[in-house]
């Protein structure tokens, strides 16, 4: 791939804006991301009339507001390796939640490309991309600004806002009083709740919570946009505003609807720039946007060669492309093992659940510690709920999902629970957006379909992108496969697949029994599977059978905690945790080996052995 010296590519940039414009020479335009974090279209400018964001209000005056954009993941790490790379992060393998990975040489974070066309490139200051790359910015830190840049230098720099993050809701009053400074608070009982909330003051305490905390984001935002002002820099400095991914409220956070993955995106271009980008001021654009399409968006704007390896479109300028889908997924957080995929459209959104088996709302350590989970968590108890709110604490997931956001844009209403009285356009789309998921999770090399222990062993000194090309190793279309069995109810097919010489094959075909444990006859196959080689498959086998009504062979789960490596760790953990009512005769073994655990992560925020501990924790309490 061919790339131009820094000297000659800005003096190349520079023809070419004068080549756009008569008697006038344009520099090379300066580039600042403001991102905040977990918040949904919570503004003034989507029509939230509880929002108070008069700053970003006035930016989408003077900008372009994008009516469908979305985060890839529901979570932050995911979502930014995605965002920098321009590679769905369920292909580099960083789609669990604080994993590390080893991402293939071949593969940049996209401002090292910028780098080498003469920006500076700072970020302030969080990564959080599963993997470490020293080469992707000039600076990387609290510190980091455009105003370090050398003289004369176009910048690129991305400046992250923390105080919309879930945990910034937590806490007593005072400490949240502490936490926003002085402000004008937010009216409780004018906060909107979502239906899938019962509303009462305490829940309307936290939701305007969250907005107050928008609020004073909003007026960090003004204060990037004035600094910029200042300096003389806002009449080329292109300016984008979005979020990492939906808000942190729960069944938000973590899950594959647009509660998780739909955020804000504002673009203001000076007006000399405005036809680089084809924006109008105060325009709106309706067309589907991932975070896998801002990096190929961002190279075409700069006239940089984009490389074949990216997997997302452009969405500016004379090389945009309108989509038809948006692609999402949702795999481990901490201890909750997830393996959701979405497609959306305009109109629909389809939601494929790989673990179907376990509820919609997972026990989880760090989101239950919040005051907002446990009102609800009270709730749930206590209150008599209405369908919307019964939906949110599903035992179980449907294998699939549909809803159609235009009458229902909460997505509580699940069009696929009833196939059969689907209208004929209906059906349609399903069996349309069932083949998307489908060709998207083969094209892409979905690796969130691997178990996370076996996508690391197969890497090894290599890449999990590299690892899973291999179809020997993982075999995508025969994983479809047992998904479709699963959703078809086919014992018998799921029972070949329980056979099969890839031990992949035969982990999903155990999972797929555990959502049909209450049909099992014949249980033979998956005793034998107690015996596996492979540990990740003696798990679910024995969840399989634990949830048939024998937990006798939970041992062998036991056995994998005490002995195995901390991914395996994990995932035998949490296993036991959801079965810990069941399986008295282990809970002693369970508490000592959590008593090691906690003096081994001790002063850690993350790790496997760390998420293990939360499980156990979870489990004892």
Request: aromatic share 12%; charged share 25%.
């Given at each position: 791939?061919?790339?131009?010296?820094?000297?000659?590519?800005?003096?190349?940039?520079?023809?070419f804006?004068?080549?756009?414009?008569?008697?006038?020479?344009?520099?090379?335009?300066?580039?600042?991301?403001?991102?905040?974090?977990?918040?949904?279209?919570?503004?003034?400018?989507?029509?939230?009339?509880?929002?108070q964001?008069?700053?970003?209000?006035?930016?989408?005056?003077?900008?372009?507001r994008?009516?469908?954009?979305?985060s890839?993941?529901?979570?932050?790490?995911?979502?930014?390796?995605?965002?920098?790379?321009?590679?769905?992060?369920?292909?580099?393998?960083?789609?669990?939640?604080?994993?590390?990975?080893?991402?293939?040489?071949?593969?940049?974070?996209?401002?090292?490309?910028?780098?080498?066309?003469?920006?500076y490139?700072?970020?302030?200051?969080?990564?959080?991309?599963?993997?470490?790359?020293?080469?992707?910015?000039?600076?990387?830190?609290?510190?980091?600004?455009?105003?370090?840049?050398?003289?004369?230098k176009?910048?690129?720099?991305?400046?992250?806002?923390?105080?919309?993050?879930?945990?910034?809701?937590?806490?007593?009053?005072?400490?949240?009083?502490?936490?926003?400074?002085?402000?004008?608070?937010?009216?409780?009982?004018?906060?909107?709740?979502?239906?899938?909330?019962?509303?009462?003051?305490?829940?309307?305490?936290?939701?305007?919570r969250?907005?107050?905390?928008?609020?004073?984001m909003?007026?960090?935002?003004?204060?990037?946009?004035k600094?910029?002002?200042?300096?003389?820099?806002?009449?080329?400095?292109?300016?984008?505003?979005?979020?990492?991914?939906?808000?942190?409220?729960?069944?938000?956070?973590?899950?594959?609807?647009?509660?998780?993955?739909?955020?804000?995106?504002?673009?203001?271009?000076?007006?000399?720039?405005?036809?680089?980008?084809?924006?109008?001021?105060?325009?709106?654009?309706d067309?589907?946007?991932?975070?896998?399409?801002?990096?190929?968006?961002?190279?075409?704007?700069?006239?940089?060669?984009?490389p074949?390896?990216?997997?997302?479109?452009?969405?500016?300028?004379?090389?945009k492309?309108?989509?038809?889908?948006?692609?999402?997924?949702?795999?481990?957080?901490?201890?909750?093992?997830?393996?959701?995929?979405s497609?959306?459209?305009k109109?629909?959104?389809?939601?494929?659940?790989y673990?179907?088996?376990?509820?919609?709302?997972q026990?989880?350590?760090?989101?239950?510690?919040?005051?907002?989970?446990q009102?609800?968590?009270?709730?749930?108890?206590?209150?008599?709920?209405?369908?919307?709110?019964?939906?949110?604490?599903?035992?179980?997931?449907?294998?699939?999902?549909?809803?159609?956001?235009?009458?229902d844009?909460?997505?509580v209403?699940?069009?696929?629970?009833?196939?059969?009285?689907?209208?004929?356009?209906?059906?349609?789309v399903?069996?349309?957006?069932?083949t998307?998921?489908?060709?998207?999770m083969?094209?892409?090399?979905?690796s969130?379909?691997?178990?996370?222990?076996?996508?690391?062993?197969?890497?090894?000194?290599?890449?999990?992108?590299?690892?899973?090309?291999?179809?020997?190793?993982?075999p995508?279309?025969?994983?479809?496969?047992?998904?479709?069995?699963?959703?078809?109810?086919?014992?018998?097919?799921?029972?070949?697949?329980?056979?099969?010489?890839?031990?992949?094959?035969?982990?999903?075909?155990?999972?797929?029994?555990?959502?049909?444990?209450?049909?099992?006859?014949?249980?033979?196959?998956?005793?034998?599977?107690?015996?596996?080689?492979?540990?990740?498959?003696?798990?679910?086998?024995?969840?399989?059978?634990?949830?048939?009504?024998?937990?006798?062979?939970?041992?062998?789960?036991?056995?994998?905690?005490?002995?195995?490596?901390?991914?395996?760790?994990?995932?035998?953990?949490?296993?036991?945790?959801?079965?810990?009512?069941?399986?008295?005769?282990?809970?002693?073994?369970?508490?000592?080996?959590?008593?090691?655990?906690?003096?081994?992560?001790?002063?850690?925020?993350?790790?496997?052995?760390?998420?293990?501990?939360?499980?156990?924790?979870?489990?004892?309490?």
């Amino acid at each position: 791939m061919k790339f131009f010296h820094n000297t000659y590519f800005v003096f190349s940039l520079i023809l070419f804006f004068a080549c756009k414009q008569t008697e006038t020479t344009l520099p090379p335009p300066n580039i600042v991301w403001i991102t905040a974090e977990d918040i949904s279209p919570m503004l003034g400018c989507y029509g939230d009339t509880y929002a108070q964001t008069p700053n970003i209000d006035q930016l989408a005056n003077e900008g372009v507001r994008f009516l469908h954009a979305f985060s890839n993941a529901p979570v932050c790490s995911p979502a930014r390796a995605t965002l920098v790379t321009g590679v769905y992060a369920s292909t580099l393998g960083s789609q669990h939640l604080r994993s590390q990975i080893k991402k293939p040489d071949f593969i940049e974070g996209f401002p090292k490309y910028l780098r080498e066309a003469g920006y500076y490139c700072t970020n302030n200051d969080k990564e959080d991309y599963n993997f470490i790359d020293s080469t992707i910015w000039n600076e990387s830190s609290k510190k980091a600004h455009w105003k370090n840049r050398p003289e004369g230098k176009p910048f690129f720099s991305v400046f992250n806002l923390g105080i919309t993050h879930q945990s910034q809701i937590f806490g007593d009053e005072a400490t949240f009083l502490n936490r926003i400074g002085n402000i004008e608070r937010q009216n409780p009982a004018d906060a909107p709740v979502p239906p899938y909330f019962f509303d009462t003051p305490e829940i309307r305490k936290y939701v305007a919570r969250y907005y107050d905390n928008i609020k004073v984001m909003d007026q960090q935002v003004g204060d990037i946009l004035k600094e910029l002002d200042e300096a003389g820099l806002s009449e080329n400095t292109i300016v984008f505003f979005f979020s990492d991914h939906g808000t942190g409220m729960p069944r938000s956070k973590r899950t594959a609807y647009d509660s998780g993955l739909q955020v804000p995106l504002i673009i203001k271009a000076p007006p000399q720039y405005e036809g680089l980008l084809d924006i109008q001021p105060g325009s709106i654009d309706d067309n589907l946007v991932g975070f896998v399409d801002f990096a190929p968006t961002m190279l075409s704007l700069l006239d940089i060669d984009i490389p074949t390896y990216m997997q997302g479109e452009v969405f500016l300028g004379k090389n945009k492309v309108q989509k038809e889908f948006a692609f999402g997924f949702s795999d481990r957080v901490d201890e909750a093992f997830e393996t959701a995929r979405s497609v959306r459209t305009k109109d629909y959104v389809y939601v494929r659940n790989y673990l179907p088996q376990y509820p919609l709302i997972q026990d989880n350590f760090y989101t239950d510690q919040s005051e907002i989970m446990q009102v609800l968590r009270k709730g749930k108890e206590e209150l008599d709920l209405s369908p919307a709110q019964q939906a949110m604490w599903i035992p179980r997931r449907y294998i699939e999902e549909l809803y159609d956001v235009q009458q229902d844009p909460f997505q509580v209403n699940n069009l696929a629970a009833n196939p059969e009285d689907l209208a004929a356009s209906q059906k349609k789309v399903l069996e349309s957006l069932r083949t998307a998921h489908k060709d998207w999770m083969l094209k892409t090399h979905d690796s969130g379909l691997m178990p996370e222990s076996a996508m690391h062993q197969y890497a090894g000194d290599s890449s999990i992108v590299q690892a899973l090309q291999n179809p020997d190793i993982f075999p995508v279309e025969t994983i479809w496969q047992v998904s479709e069995a699963n959703r078809l109810a086919d014992l018998d097919q799921l029972n070949e697949f329980l056979r099969h010489e890839n031990e992949v094959v035969r982990y999903w075909a155990a999972n797929a029994f555990a959502y049909h444990a209450d049909k099992i006859i014949d249980t033979q196959q998956l005793i034998k599977l107690l015996q596996d080689n492979i540990p990740y498959v003696r798990i679910a086998a024995a969840e399989a059978l634990c949830l048939t009504g024998d937990c006798t062979h939970m041992e062998v789960v036991m056995d994998i905690l005490e002995n195995e490596t901390p991914i395996l760790q994990l995932m035998a953990a949490r296993a036991l945790e959801l079965n810990f009512d069941k399986i008295p005769t282990l809970h002693q073994r369970i508490k000592k080996v959590n008593e090691v655990l906690t003096k081994q992560v001790e002063g850690r925020w993350y790790g496997y052995d760390l998420y293990a501990n939360w499980a156990l924790n979870e489990a004892l309490k």
